[in-house]
């Protein structure tokens, strides 16, 4: 089955840097990535997401790329702000309402 | 559209109980999610129904089980608790996904389970 990896698991940032967060797949017949977010004691919620026909997306300071030939995408956060704080998770489908999540982040910007 | 939602939020059981949970779905959704969340594992895929079928299954024993209503809502069951069942179980509902491509999952609040 799928295997999905994310890196790093901790990661603390000032207030205004920029965070990087990596996963690689070992499906190649994934074909949609989303990251999630998760505040402590709350639900996961979609923050962006990109389908395997797209190489790069990106959503106000958030953007997501894509490496199909390495099986490798990221998760890129500019300015940094304390209320970015929160457990980030990304996972990989190939169909249908599957998903398979990595470990997650754990993200902490400081102010 | 009102969101997911799960009940119960808590539930405190001890070894060898069962244990039923329900998800209801946002409205015109199909398909329900159930995931596990542990620290050590993360989350993890439990099932997946649509229309009243189990459409898809992740790698847990078969004391996990789940249906799906004729309205969508959805109810997993545990069967003899074990230790390692305490964990917070999310359910998802998504749209009916078409052609191969995956739609967004929506996660309700989830069910905090203790077992003791």
């Known amino acids: 089955g799928e295997n999905v990896e994310q890196h790093p698991s901790t990661l603390s940032v000032q207030e205004g840097d920029s965070a990087v967060i990596k996963c690689t797949y070992s499906d190649s017949a994934s074909n949609y990535f989303p990251w999630y977010k998760q505040e402590l004691g709350k639900r996961p919620q979609l923050i962006i997401d990109?389908?395997?026909?797209?190489g790069e997306k990106k959503d106000q300071r958030i953007a997501v790329t894509l490496n199909k030939t390495a099986k490798h995408f990221s998760l890129h956060i500019t300015e940094t702000q304390p209320e970015d704080s929160a457990v980030y998770f990304c996972?990989?489908?190939?169909?249908?309402?599957?998903?398979?999540f990595g470990k997650g982040t754990m993200l902490l910007v400081s102010p | 559209k009102a969101g997911v939602t799960q009940t119960p939020r808590y539930l405190i059981k001890t070894r060898g109980q069962q244990v039923t949970l329900s998800c209801s779905p946002i409205?015109?959704?199909?398909?329900v999610s159930w995931y596990q969340q542990t620290p050590g594992q993360g989350l993890q895929f439990l099932f997946e129904y649509f229309s009243e079928t189990q459409r898809n299954k992740g790698n847990f024993p078969g004391r996990f089980s789940g249906r799906q209503f004729s309205n969508s809502r959805s109810e997993m069951n545990v069967s003899t608790l074990e230790l390692g069942d305490s964990a917070l179980y999310l359910c998802?509902?998504?749209?009916?996904?078409?052609?191969?491509?995956?739609?967004?999952?929506?996660f309700g609040p989830g069910t905090r389970l203790t077992v003791l």
């Open positions: 996972a990989a489908s190939k169909g249908y309402s599957t998903l398979t």
């Open positions: 990109i389908r395997s026909n797209v």
């Open positions: 998802a509902s998504s749209d009916d996904p078409t052609g191969g491509w995956f739609n967004e999952q929506f």
């Open positions: 409205s015109g959704h199909r398909s």
